[in-house]
């Protein structure tokens, strides 16, 4: 890595970015001069890339020695830095472009100080470096939220699990571990219209309905993962994304499920939060 150069970790989602100064040392890392904003990806890709620009600069301040990584959903070229974003409506306008080419002249940097990782890869890289799975040699890393993102580490390296389209149950694994999923079952099953998770907290949701839901999705979770698990040898699981906040409710079932499976691993939740993804995208930077 070179001394001089800043990291810019940066974190890009469907609507969202943020961008912050990462410093990377043994086992530990500090994050300062946070910015983020939202950005409608469904503009065109100067607008996009223009409102990436904004944030990231924002981050860098002054200097002009620094170096940008970045997790990114999939799927992507994340080597070329080429996005293959097609059916999801956001970032459509970017489509088979090199992002990578468009940030380094926007950014007046060259390609070869930006690097693109996958965002469910850098979420457990740097859980793995600083957070909740530090003490894991091999684990798989789950993030809930709108979407299921997954990554597997073994040892020192850690791929994207690709596990939302996993055959489970009568469905795939999004089908039944995310957002959509709570609002399909509580509707169906309790006719209760819901946004979010967020709202099996408010006070006119029955708080026994509540727990209904919340233990159901535990155990679909303990039985997406039980397979995987055994599989790997997996010493544990990090779980990231908006409903891992609401873990104490849902967990305990995860974790009945599959000690009744005769498979006792740890499940622990982010540490780190928002900012794991952003030290993970700048690992690749720390190698150098």
């Known amino acids: ?29 500090e994050i300062c001069d946070f910015h983020e904003d939202d950005v409608d990806t469904f503009d065109s890709a100067e607008s996009i890339v223009s409102a990436w620009t904004a944030v990231i600069k924002k981050a860098v301040g002054e200097s002009r020695d620094f170096e940008v990584g ?40 060259s390609p070869t100080q930006i690097a693109f ?41 850690i791929k994207d699990g690709k596990l939302w389209t996993a055959p489970f149950r009568d469905g795939i694994a999004e089908d039944y571990l995310g957002t959509a999923w709570f609002r399909s079952y509580a509707l169906e099953q309790f006719g209760i219209k ?28 303990g039985e997406f993962l039980f397979p995987y698990l055994i599989r790997l040898h997996s010493e544990g699981v990090v779980l990231g994304g908006k409903i891992s906040l609401a873990a104490d409710h849902y967990l305990p079932a995860t974790q009945y499920f599959l000690e009744s499976m005769g498979y006792f691993v740890p499940i622990k939740v982010s540490e780190l939060g928002e900012k794991s993804a952003l030290i993970g995208s700048c690992l690749p930077f720390s190698s150098k």
């Open 70 to 109: 970045i997790a990114m959903p999939g799927p992507y070229n994340y080597e070329k830095g080429i996005s293959l974003i097609k059916d999801q409506g956001k970032m459509a306008s970017l489509y088979q472009l090199s992002v990578k080419a468009l940030l380094s002249e926007s950014l007046r940097i």
């Open 1 to 29: 890595m070179g001394i001089l150069k800043k990291l810019i970790g940066v974190d890009i989602g469907g609507s969202h970015i943020s961008a912050a100064q990462v410093q990377l040392q043994n086992r530990t890392a």
């Open 194 to 221: 819901i946004s979010g998770v967020k709202n099996l907290f408010d006070e006119v949701v029955d708080s026994t309905i509540s727990k209904q839901i919340f233990e159901t999705f535990g155990r679909a979770l």
């Open 117 to 157: 990782t996958n965002d469910a890869e850098a979420f457990l890289a740097g859980e793995s470096m600083a957070g909740a799975g530090r003490d894991f040699q091999s684990s798989i890393g789950i993030t809930l939220g709108t979407g299921l993102g997954s990554a597997i580490k073994v040892h020192d390296v």
